[in-house]
């Protein structure tokens, strides 16, 4: 594991701190390997309904870490983008819902990180934007693909060409986050939040996911497809027994996770 990132288990919610703070959790080689190597780890684990992941100190993450991508030639530039990319996508498509607790700067491959998460809950503190052009460079960590998706092509066209550096407020009107929390109250919510999910039937929160994740992009008949097939394979678990039986014997479920 990286000395950068930290990841806890705790009735069921595993929490994932990046925790290079005098950088500002810059994504340099190590990040990215620690990140991919909690989220395996997580992915692994069969107590885990849901993961929140946040940044140690007044970042979330203020980016890729510009000192080590100066000297790129374009082959490696390809390389670093692809590979981070690997690692978003596998927090995009990780089984469980992954919350994304901005606790400050969410810039560049900060955003895109947090975009990769499934719900983003911000710190009033948090800023957020996607300033490449500034350095003469475009996102390479989904970027310009999965703000395009949250935001619609063009409001994420005008965050993209002016690199404006947006408050959780104004990120919270575009749909960026879900919501803003005061500083103190942020992980509180999250976990408040993580928990509520967790108590929810898995496999149904998990199928959710995938329909979205694989559908939303597909002709709406492509979409409804996935959705049918997931909601027929509900039908063949424990908890689609529990969950409706609970209902008509008027008692909360007890869900097992199959
Ligand atoms: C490397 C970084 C960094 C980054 C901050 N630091 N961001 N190092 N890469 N992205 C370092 C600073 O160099 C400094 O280290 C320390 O963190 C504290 O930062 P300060 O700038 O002193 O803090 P502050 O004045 O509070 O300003 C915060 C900030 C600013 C506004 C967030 O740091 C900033 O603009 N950072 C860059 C944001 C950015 O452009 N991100 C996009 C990167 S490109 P020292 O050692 O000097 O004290 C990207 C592309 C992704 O993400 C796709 C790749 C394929």
Redesign the pocket.
């Known amino acids: 594991m990286s000395e950068h990132v930290r990841f806890e288990l705790e009735a069921g919610v595993g929490l994932v701190t990046l925790d290079r703070p ?3 959790n ?1 994504l340099n080689d190590g990040i990215l390997a620690g990140l991919e190597e909690a989220f395996l780890a997580l992915g692994r684990e069969p107590s885990v309904r849901a993961v929140i992941l946040t940044g140690a100190g007044k ?1 979330f993450v ?6 080590a991508m100066a000297g790129l030639s374009p082959l490696e530039a390809r390389a ?2 692809q590979r ?1 990319q690997r690692i978003f996508n596998l927090i995009e498509d990780h089984p469980h819902p992954v919350i994304a607790a901005v606790n400050g ?1 969410a ?3 900060g955003l ?1 990180l947090a975009m990769a998460c499934d719900i983003r809950i911000a710190s009033e503190a948090a800023k957020a934007g996607q ?2 052009v ?2 003469g ?1 475009i ?3 989904g970027g310009t693909q999965r703000l395009a998706r949250i935001v619609g092509r063009s409001r994420a066209k005008y965050l993209l060409f002016t690199g404006e550096v947006i408050s959780a407020q104004r990120g919270l009107e575009l749909g960026i986050f879900n919501e803003v929390t005061a500083p103190d109250l942020l992980l509180p919510r999250c976990r408040e939040l993580a928990a509520l999910i967790a108590r929810k039937a898995p496999l149904a929160v998990s199928h959710c996911k995938h329909a979205v994740n694989e559908g939303t992009d597909l002709p709406l008949g492509d979409g409804l497809s996935i959705e049918a097939e997931l909601f027929a394979q509900t039908f063949a678990t424990a908890d689609q027994k529990e969950g409706m039986q609970a209902f008509i014997e008027k008692r909360p479920a007890q869900f097992i996770g199959r």
């Open positions: 005098e950088a500002l810059a970042a203020a980016g890729a870490d510009i000192k670093f983008a981070g700067f810039l560049g491959g895109e300033p490449e500034n350095l460079v996102p390479g960590f």
